[in-house]
């Protein structure tokens, strides 16, 4: 048994970090001897660090108290931040707008042309920031909350984690029994899902909603390989369809039946090959577990086309229907992740936790490490923008159940044999994904932008960039642009910096 938690002891504690100064904890902080971070700037931390850390640190209520305000205060104060740059956008709209109507027919041709990009701008300007206030900031902050109970509460889940492992009673959980992974029944009649995902695919080809395959052999035997060994390795008694789909969008979904698909975007933020498995391992356990056939019941494949149609309205109004438009704002496109119904996909607050459950245990069976989905879904969370996009956020269950069960799950899995975070394949398939990725980069600089360019030819607003493991507290002090003033040239893509 002592094995089982030696991964989990305490480690020495490195203060390599690079965080802001925090908002206010500064000043309570205790004039402590050894040089400890605020409880601020451990929450820039990964999941898996605090884990390991919570069961070594403590706070005082008052330490607890000025964080939470300190918390809720910078989330009331960004999200303000960009409402009012929401209605100065609005403002300076409306008074290009008069001044248009003001010139009337007699305007010339090129200051026509700059107004009109002018109001084109400022309408994106402005989606962005409503998006930014309504959906990313606060889902920012319920991550940075997720963390701070982490802090508090793991110590004690972690004892009764323990005394259950000790006293067996780890085995009365459900799906306990991982040693008959392949063997058990999760839900009856996967078989009857086959035609519901044949559908489901047709739909999609037809809608012209599919992006075609990546065009490298290599790449898509190599994630075929990786998704055929968590499917050998897990409760999936049908044939499995794996496909790599040529879209920058970071994000890998199962159509009901058996249909993986697996986006190239998805595979660019991967680190390893055990935070792809972990991801994929997630997806093969709600075609498993029948997530979508539970949540359809009679329901049919048009539910996929009522939000296609919602998506096509917001592209021809300009109205925010939600984070879908800021996604096209941000990098170019639609999410498929956001077009494809939520039913269809078996999302669903309580199917996530049982997806999350599954998953680790998959990836155990196959013999993955099995930290790799929460070391991928910490990086998304963290990463602005990205939380509401991808379906394993979208239904919200809150970061921290999601993050402590699937921690728990990771104990209760025996230790055998080795677990396998990388790969030579894997990093044989980053070399051949490079070129793809640069060829597919310069073609989006120069598409134009199917969202509301009405106006050919003008200078776009400048992008906000996020980075991975980039603090919020960044974000929010982006200040409002100036559309009078010409953007400069459109710079090469950054390139991702080290977590922290
Ligand atoms: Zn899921």
């Given at each position: 048994m002592n094995e089982l938690f030696r991964k989990c002891t305490a480690s020495a504690l490195s203060c390599m970090m690079s965080v802001?100064?925090?908002?206010?904890a500064q000043a309570q902080?205790?004039?402590?001897?050894?040089p400890q971070l605020t409880l601020h700037q451990y929450l820039q931390k990964p999941y898996l660090d605090l884990f390991e850390l919570a069961p070594t640190l403590s706070f005082t209520p008052p330490e607890v108290d000025t964080e939470r305000q300190a918390l809720k205060r910078g989330e009331d104060s960004c999200r303000n931040r960009f409402k009012d740059h929401s209605r100065q956008y609005s403002r300076q709209m409306e008074a290009a707008r008069k001044e248009l109507k003001q010139a009337?027919?007699?305007?010339?041709n090129q200051p026509r042309h700059q107004l009109h990009c002018k109001i084109q701008n400022l309408e994106l300007l402005r989606s962005e920031a409503d998006v930014l206030s309504s959906q990313a900031i606060p889902h920012a902050y319920d991550n940075l909350n997720a963390k701070l109970d982490l802090l508090l509460k793991w110590p004690e889940i972690y004892r009764q984690t323990t005394a259950a492992i000790n006293d067996g009673?780890?085995?009365?959980?459900?799906?306990?029994?991982?040693?008959d992974i392949g063997f058990?029944?999760?839900?009856?009649?996967?078989?009857?899902?086959i035609k519901r995902g044949q559908e489901a695919v047709e739909e999609l080809k037809r809608a012209g909603l599919l992006p075609p395959q990546v065009e490298s052999k290599a790449v898509q035997d190599y994630v075929r390989s990786v998704a055929e060994r968590i499917a050998k390795h897990s409760d999936l008694k049908i044939p499995l369809h794996v496909s790599v789909l040529e879209?920058?969008?970071i994000n890998a979904f199962a159509l009901p039946g058996g249909y993986l698909y697996i986006e190239r975007g998805l595979l660019e933020e991967a680190e390893d090959e055990a935070q792809l498995a972990g991801v994929i391992a997630h997806e093969i356990a709600h075609d498993t577990a029948r997530h979508s056939a539970k949540l359809m019941?009679?329901?049919?494949?048009a539910s996929i086309f009522y939000q296609a149609a919602q998506v096509a309205a917001v592209l021809l109004t300009g109205?925010?229907?939600?984070i879908g438009l800021y996604y096209a704002l941000q990098y170019g496109y639609y999410g498929l992740g956001l077009v494809l119904s939520l039913k269809l996909l078996g999302v669903s607050r309580d199917y996530e936790l049982e997806a999350d459950q599954l998953g680790v245990q998959y990836a155990w069976s196959a013999g993955?490490?099995?930290t790799g989905f929460i070391r991928f879904f910490d990086k998304m969370a963290t990463k602005v923008g990205y939380v509401n996009g991808v379906s394993w956020f979208?239904?919200?269950?809150?970061f921290f159940e999601r993050m402590v069960q699937t921690q728990r799950e990771i104990l209760f899995m025996p230790r055998e044999g080795t677990q396998i975070t990388q790969t030579p394949e894997f990093l044989q398939m980053k070399k051949d994904l490079a070129p793809i990725t640069a060829k597919a980069d310069k073609e989006d600089v120069n598409k134009p932008s199917?969202?509301?360019?009405?106006?050919?030819?003008c200078a776009p607003p400048r992008k906000l960039e996020y980075k991975p493991g980039q603090p919020i507290d960044q974000v929010c002090s982006v200040e409002l642009q100036n559309v009078d003033q010409p953007q400069p040239a459109e710079e090469p893509q950054p390139t991702s910096q080290p977590q922290n």
């Open positions: 802001l100064p925090c908002l206010s902080a205790p004039p402590a001897p050894a009337g027919p007699k305007l010339e009673s780890y085995n009365q959980r459900r799906w306990a029994d991982v040693k058990r029944e999760i839900a009856p009649g996967q078989r009857d899902d879209s920058r969008e019941k009679r329901a049919t494949i109205g925010v229907a939600g993955y490490d099995t979208r239904t919200h269950p809150p199917l969202l509301l360019t009405k106006e050919e030819g």
